[in-house]
């Protein structure tokens, strides 16, 4: 035979994503148990070949925009593969869109959550309308009117796609338009202008730079008002059926997350209504960006876990050099160091949608900034070494991993990249001394050396903007570690400390001293 296939690991399908122990005791710890065995069931799924199938699809068949229908009239409408829409029917059926705000259980938001970092490791790109339509519903509050109107179908658990009128559907899905080519994350420097129309409505004519998942129902939008920036809420379809003026110029064409449709959508006498005080749009509509930001931490360490889970597996199967990878000293350094930082990713992750279900203001106003920076940096790094355990085999797109790897960097990019979560750190540091006060409540003394200097260093800075990344880092490291030492076991906590916070490590994955525990790092890391 010329062509026998041996030693080649066999497809991680068949399991349980949601087996995740530092997820589950997470999730408890917040008080979501009770969802432990929908967390299963859709963990089950997300480990199947079908789903992983549909995560393939979408991506290899990705968005097209029609502007026109056959007949020559705007349409301004955007076809996505059927597997998008399977992805997208779980998702909302499962209630990772908007369902928390209308489920009064304790843990709604940390099931939630823990849901969108399980069902995000099969496929990234369809999260981002079903995190949006999660972030709208605090912002949509400041028009109680617009509130009563559209968030009964926010909150629904039925995905119904097409542009129809909003009272006829079952489901509505939400977007964000904020960024233009002028301003990027300046919203301030917008150009689109709102004018009063009478009869509480606006108009709205300029264009967005980015504005991804037009698909969706309704936005809220940034325009400059006469009294100044302010937030409006923009359907896609009006209350008499007629469509709303929202010409997709474009879609953008990306590194990666290829199965969302990003666009470039025009304003002209759009009829939108007003959300929030006029000259208020940036206060009204940061409330949806901080639940946006949320989910890009949990997103960034969903992809972690993902990475992770595929190079435990195939170093589990795969031998070389006369055994299996996994049992190579130099290997297993390497995946116990990607379980560390994935680990502590899940745990803050798990511990920010805590704070949001038990409505902890001041702390979740510095710490998820702080996490939203540290944790979306880290994914890249940590995909890219995951990859690498795969060898070659890894940068095939049969893995999965170079998917993974293109989608790694966005999250860090949306809804502020890592300058203006650093600088939105140091505003609040100075203006919100009870959020220092929290975040500092957050921090454990006396249970480790290294922690401890590293708390006392942090204590002791007095940031100035030029020092921003350096001072949120150690922030985001200290409050890991606290975490860790707090919840994990000590061969987790102890290897974290000493080499995050003690020294004890180089400056590529796979360096962790010779006192780390890898045997238990790895076999805790493992897919079940």
């Not at 004018?195 to 730079?209: C, D, E, V, Y």
């Not at 110029?249 to 929030?276: C, H, I, M, Y």
């Not at 929290?438 to 290294?450: I, K, P, S, Y």
């Not at 350096?470 to 076991?489: G, H, N």
Request: proline letters at 5%; one cysteine or more; hydrophobic letters at 40%.
């Amino acid at each position: 035979m010329t062509h026998e296939v041996f030693n080649q690991a066999p497809p991680l399908v068949g399991y349980d994503v949601a087996a995740d122990t530092a997820l589950l005791a997470a999730v408890a710890r917040e008080g979501a148990s009770w969802a432990a065995d929908d967390l299963h069931r859709l963990g089950k799924l997300a480990g199947t070949a079908e789903a992983q199938r549909w995560a393939d699809e979408a991506n290899r068949h990705e968005p097209r925009l029609m502007t026109h229908d056959r007949y020559g009239h705007r349409i301004d409408e955007v076809d996505f593969h059927p597997s998008w829409h399977r992805l997208m029917e779980v998702a909302v059926g499962e209630g990772l869109a908007a369902a928390p705000w209308a489920d009064t259980r304790p843990g709604s938001h940390v099931a939630r959550a823990a849901g969108l970092y399980v069902w995000s490791q099969v496929e990234a790109g369809h999260s981002c309308p079903i995190s949006m339509t999660y972030a709208v519903v605090p912002a949509l509050r400041h028009a109680a009117d617009l509130s009563g109107l559209y968030e009964p179908r926010l909150t629904s658990r039925t995905y119904d796609p097409g542009l129809r009128t909003p009272s006829a559907k079952a489901g509505l899905l939400a977007g964000m338009g904020m960024t233009e080519k002028q301003g990027g994350s300046d919203v301030r420097a917008n150009t689109t202008v709102a004018t009063p129309a009478g009869g509480g409505t606006w108009r709205l004519r300029g264009h967005k730079w980015f504005t991804s998942a037009p698909m969706c129902d309704l936005f809220l939008v940034l325009a400059q008002a006469p009294k100044g920036l302010s937030c409006f809420l923009v359907p896609r379809v009006l209350p008499d059926g007629t469509r709303n003026t929202f010409r997709i110029q474009r879609l953008k064409d990306k590194l990666g997350n290829r199965s969302n449709a990003s666009s470039e959508p025009e304003f002209d006498d759009t009829v939108a209504w007003l959300v929030g005080g006029e000259g208020q749009g940036v206060r009204t509509i940061i409330e949806m960006v901080a639940m946006t930001r949320l989910d890009c931490v949990t997103g960034s360490a969903s992809g972690m876990r993902a990475a992770l889970t595929q190079a435990v597996h195939h170093t589990r199967h795969r031998s070389a050099f006369g055994g299996p990878l996994i049992d190579k000293p130099v290997m297993r350094n390497v995946l116990a160091d990607l379980a560390l930082e994935s680990e502590a990713a899940t745990v803050l992750a798990m511990r920010l949608a805590g704070a949001v279900d038990r409505d902890e203001q001041a702390f979740k106003r510095l710490a998820i900034a702080v996490g939203k920076y540290w944790v979306c940096k880290r994914q890249p790094a940590v995909v890219g070494e995951a990859l690498e355990c795969l060898g070659g085999n890894g940068y095939v797109e049969d893995s999965g991993l170079p998917r993974l790897y293109r989608d790694a960097p966005l999250n860090s990019i949306w809804e502020g990249s890592g300058n203006v979560q650093a600088l939105d750190v140091l505003r609040t540091l100075q203006r919100s001394p009870d959020s220092l006060d929290a975040f500092h409540d957050e921090l454990v003394t006396g249970a480790d050396r290294h922690l401890d200097a590293a708390v006392l260093a942090l204590k002791s800075l007095k940031p100035d903007e030029s020092d921003a990344r350096r001072v949120v880092e150690l922030m985001a490291l200290v409050l890991q570690a606290s975490l860790l030492v707090r919840f994990a076991p000590p061969a987790v906590a102890d290897a974290f400390c000493a080499s995050r916070l003690g020294g004890d490590w180089g400056t590529t994955f796979g360096t962790l001293g010779s006192g780390a525990d890898t045997a238990t790092l790895v076999e805790r890391a493992a897919p079940a």
